[in-house]
């Protein structure tokens, strides 16, 4: 499978954005996903992840509550919805998948495919 992920851009704190993984190739069903952020000269940071079926999700703290991710199989695209935007959450966002369920390994990075990266700016 292939991941590319869009729908980065600049927006005003307080905006939101979509971030959408598109998948290529093969069916993304059978996957777990996980969306991923970094900073220029920071380490890599998990923001969420979604298990194949969609009926679990995990978050990270810094985003609980303002982020969402979600996925429709039929589409093969995972979604990433991000509200109420600071400007700390500007960042390289990127998502990756493994052919597994929902585990720590996953939280920790640890997935197979990673697609290319769209950038979200949030204007103070």
């Known amino acids: 499978v292939q991941l590319q992920a869009c729908g980065g851009g600049l927006v005003q704190a307080g905006g939101s954005l979509r971030l959408s993984c598109e998948a290529s190739r093969r069916s993304l069903r059978s996957y777990s996903v996980g969306w991923f952020r970094q900073v220029s000269g920071k380490e ?15 978050y ?38 493994a052919p597994s369920g929902l585990t720590m390994a996953i939280i920790q990075g640890n997935l197979e495919v990673w697609g290319q990266g769209t950038l979200v700016t949030v204007s103070s």
């Open 60 to 97: 990270a703290d810094s985003v609980k509550g303002r982020f969402a991710i979600s996925r429709d199989n039929a589409l093969n695209t995972v979604y990433l919805q991000m509200n109420s935007l600071i400007p700390e959450d500007t960042a390289v966002y990127y998502c990756a998948a």
């Open 44 to 58: 890599r940071e998990f923001v969420a992840a979604i298990s194949w079926s969609g009926g679990s999700t995990y």
